[in-house]
């Protein structure tokens, strides 16, 4: 009966424990709605045609209704109001009081992705899993604009606001994936920002949630045995020198010194040269990533015009890799470490 319903009605699928109280009221509402306008219309077609003025002459009579009448005409809709205000209410306080033994899980909502945190394990990105079953309390907030955390699934939505956390609770009742949306315009992406609730049974939660710890303890060695053996900067050059070698750069530009098609890579960085045109230029970042996108522009003197370009072959933490790269090669006697200046 209440699949029929879904269907004629075009709602989702009811996958929480809300789904149905949500449509049974929204069911009501719309029931309600459509039996009262048709009876307002009715009864107004109706009067048009009944009490029409048949004569010139003909005045409409003057009515005074008895005070019961009027009591009634006034006391019927209030009445049908407040039960129509004490239904909605149930659901209002069912909707936004969490159960006290709901899983926490942090919701951040960014242009233009869902992040999600667990207290106490791991954390995804537009994936949110959670067990079936459960009370799961949702703390949202936003690290930019509003957003809006929508499951239609389930019936919740609650708004994303920068600066504060919004609540919102659900129990998922069958495993399955669900889908989640923005529904707060938020930029330029906003229709793309979507993720999905994975509702896993009770064993399944249990084997994923193990699995999470562990790959997150052996993420965060790995996170420290990074850090102690090279810092950021170090292993960003080291990827410079990964992706000169593999696009070419050892072919013209040596790092030993010794000049060959191209100026030695060995002190490049700092270096005063003189161009063809006369003038002289410090080869800082933005001249050597200036010399990799149009390399004619600035040719040093002494060299031939012969490198191409590699604008559209490298991506931009490539060019800042190599850049990073050719860094490390600096002689000592350079004079813009100011480092001798103390
Ligand atoms: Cu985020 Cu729309």
């Not at 703390?139 to 957003?147: E, F, M, Q, Y």
């Not at 919740?156 to 504060?164: C, L, T």
């Not at 965060?220 to 850090?227: E, G, N, P, S, Y």
């Not at 700092?270 to 010399?291: C, F, K, P, V, W």
Request: charged share 20%.
């Amino acid at each position: 009966m209440n699949e029929l319903l879904n269907n004629i009605l075009f709602l989702p699928e009811q996958a929480s424990t809300f789904a149905e109280r949500v449509d049974s009221l929204h069911i009501f509402v719309v029931t309600v709605t459509m039996l009262s306008s048709f009876a307002v219309g009715t009864a107004a077609l109706y009067f048009f045609f009944r009490y029409r003025r048949r004569t010139a002459e003909q005045m409409t009579e003057y009515v005074v209704p008895s005070v019961k009448t009027e009591f009634l005409f006034v006391s019927l809709p209030l009445i049908f109001f407040l039960t129509w205000f004490v239904i909605g209410f149930r659901d209002f306080v069912f909707v936004t009081t969490p159960p006290k033994d709901a899983m926490d899980v942090y919701v951040m909502g960014k242009q233009w992705m869902w992040k999600f945190s667990y207290p106490e394990g791991p954390n995804g990105v537009n994936v949110l899993h959670v067990p079936a079953n459960r009370p799961v309390r949702l703390l949202i907030t936003s690290r930019d604009v509003i957003h809006s955390f929508f499951v239609p699934a389930f019936r919740i939505k609650m708004d994303a606001v920068p600066g504060r956390y919004t609540q919102t609770w659900f129990e998922a009742t069958k495993p399955g994936t669900y889908q989640i949306l923005c529904t707060e315009y938020c930029g330029l992406s906003h229709s793309k920002m979507l993720g999905e609730v994975v509702v896993l049974s009770p064993e399944e939660w249990d084997a994923w949630l193990k699995e999470q710890r562990r790959g997150d303890l052996a993420n965060r060695q790995d996170a420290l045995a990074d850090l102690s053996l090279a810092p950021p900067p170090a292993r960003m050059a080291e990827q410079g020198q990964k992706v000169a070698a593999e696009v070419g750069c050892f072919k013209c530009h040596t790092v030993n010194g010794e000049p060959h098609i191209g100026p030695t890579f060995l002190g490049m960085y700092g270096r005063q040269e003189t161009l063809q045109d006369g003038n002289d230029i410090i080869a800082d970042e933005a001249y050597i990533t200036q010399s990799m996108m149009d390399p004619g522009a600035h040719l040093v003197s002494g060299y031939p015009n012969a490198m191409p370009t590699f604008q559209g072959k490298l991506t931009g933490p490539q060019t800042a890799a190599i850049v990073e790269y050719i860094k490390t090669l600096r002689t000592p006697d350079i004079r813009t470490t100011g480092a001798s200046q103390g």
